[in-house]
């Protein structure tokens, strides 16, 4: 198939295209997804054909506006409505009980649905114009980088789905906080462009998901089986240093390997010569540090680099989400130089 591009005027074009059924990717303020008609089980099954997707990671249903919720949930507790309210158009998804007329295509079977209003004006366009929820996931081949611009997600995509929207460079750079709502108190599956204090300053309350800041033991069972998947990996193996920056850049120039690559805070960029090195942005930027890890990982693959070490920031704030991607890409081999003297 042949993929075509879409410039950000062809907004119709784009619409037509889910509306027949195609696969269309689409430029959201977190990252570029992947998106079909999420009332069209066909078009949703070929999502997780060109992804090559396991078939148990549900998707993200993407709505232009919080009163479209009730076409597709039940039971929406009060929180639902205090978020969407506080946070929305923008980079939250919510878990809520699914109406029938969700396609189990979408949802994997489960009885949930995860619902987002996307921020970037260009995808809620598309969306209002087709006149249908569009059930999307990263645009990504299954488990590599997401892709934060219209080329990364050619070099997977292109070939495989029917259009690509290109809205510009994606302004958050990692994916969508996901809360779960049908629990008691309120979970966070997935730390992303909303953070948990900012959930936690609307909602009191909220759970951190065990998978968010570690691997899952093979006994135990994730809240979403998408939460077991490995996930934003470059090829090369990826090890995470952890702790106070310059201790970190220091660690990693005294065990690096000669051909090996760094992810480093720009404060640090100049201390490996000779070494394939990608920026993340300064230490105390993390909404850079967002937008470029993806970027980041994602540059090693067209280099020989046979391994890879990275900086990663503190927990606070947006750092929750850099690290939670930088952990995963690490498969959690994680060196943590925090409290050693
Ligand atoms: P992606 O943004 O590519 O990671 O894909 C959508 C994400 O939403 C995946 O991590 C899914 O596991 C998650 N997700 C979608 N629907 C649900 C749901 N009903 N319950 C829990 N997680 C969900
Ligand atoms: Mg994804």
């Not at 949930?73 to 878990?95: N, S, V």
């Not at 008691?184 to 998901?209: F, H, K, M, N, S």
Request: hydrophobic share 45%; charged share 20%.
């Amino acid at each position: 198939m042949k993929t075509q591009k879409l410039a950000a005027h062809e907004v119709e074009a784009a619409a037509a295209m889910l509306r027949r059924g195609g696969l269309l990717g689409i430029p959201t303020e977190t990252v570029y997804g992947l998106g079909a008609n999420g009332l069209d089980p066909q078009a949703v099954a070929a999502i997780f054909q060109a992804k090559g997707r396991p078939q148990d990671n549900p998707l993200i249903l993407h709505i232009p506006s919080a009163d479209w919720l009730e076409r597709f949930c039940q039971d929406i507790p009060p929180a639902a409505w205090t978020l969407a309210e506080r946070f929305w158009p923008g980079p939250l998804t919510m878990i809520l009980t699914r109406k029938p007329l969700v396609p189990d295509v979408v949802t994997a079977g489960l009885d949930t649905v995860g619902m987002r209003c996307p921020a970037h004006p260009l995808c809620r366009a598309v969306i209002a114009a087709a006149g249908v929820p569009v059930a999307a996931p990263s645009g990504n081949t299954s488990g590599r980088p997401s892709p934060t611009n219209a080329a990364d997600m050619l070099e997977d995509m292109e070939g495989k789905i029917d259009g690509i929207l290109d809205g510009g460079p994606c302004s958050v750079g990692v994916e969508s906080t996901i809360v779960d709502l049908t629990v008691q108190p309120p979970r966070l599956l997935r730390p992303g462009g909303v953070t948990l204090e900012e959930l936690r300053d609307a909602l009191g309350e909220v759970a951190v998901d065990p998978a968010v800041q570690r691997l899952m033991g093979a006994g135990e069972q994730p809240r979403a089986p998408g939460m077991k998947y490995r996930h934003y990996a470059p090829k090369a193996p990826v090890t995470v240093v952890k702790g106070d920056p310059a201790r970190c850049a220091a660690y990693i120039a005294a065990h690096l390997g000669p051909e090996d690559g760094v992810v480093c805070f720009d404060e640090f960029a100049g201390d490996y010569p000779g070494h394939t090195v990608e920026a993340l942005g300064p230490a105390a930027d993390k909404a850079a540090q967002a937008r470029n890890v993806f970027d980041a990982l994602r540059a090693f693959d067209a280099t020989p680099v046979p391994a890879i070490w990275a900086q990663c920031p503190d927990e606070a704030g947006l750092g929750l989400a850099v690290a939670n991607r930088l952990n995963k890409a690490a498969g959690f081999h994680i060196i943590d130089l925090e409290g050693e003297p």
